[in-house]
């Protein structure tokens, strides 16, 4: 159990910012077709984040021409390159599955703030 953990400790170590349920980001994810490897962005909002450790995971939905996407990202995978949060929801759930049930206009997300005395490692980093 030492093993696995100190291994994912290593991969832990990445600078990620502060997101959670509700808030709309940007995914850039490096996925391979054939032989090159590019970069595809999915955007959308966060519907759920679960798991612990290094199988912590989250869910991103979407409305792609009319038709309802979800991926569900690890967040420490090395394969994603860059997480942007573009804005942030005000919500009182964990876990949004009622925004597969509404439709159109319905499924927004209240606007919220930035979170309040949440800074990120390189943040800290900075003011030290």
Known sequence: MDILYKVGQTQMNRELPD???G???KVHYTIR???KPRIQVFQGIVIQKKGSGINKT?????????VAVERIF???SPLIQK???V???DVRRAKLFYLRKLRSKSTKVKRGK???GKTTKKEKETTE
């Not at 989250?58 to 009319?66: A, E, L, N, Y």
């Open 114 to 116: 930035k979170p309040i």
């Open 19 to 21: 997101f959670k349920t």
């Open 87 to 89: 804005s942030y929801g």
């Open 74 to 76: 690890p967040l420490y």
């Open 23 to 25: 808030d709309t980001i």
């Open 33 to 35: 077709e054939f032989e």
């Open 83 to 85: 997480i942007e949060v």
């Open 58 to 66: 989250f869910t991103v939905r979407k409305i792609s021409h009319g």
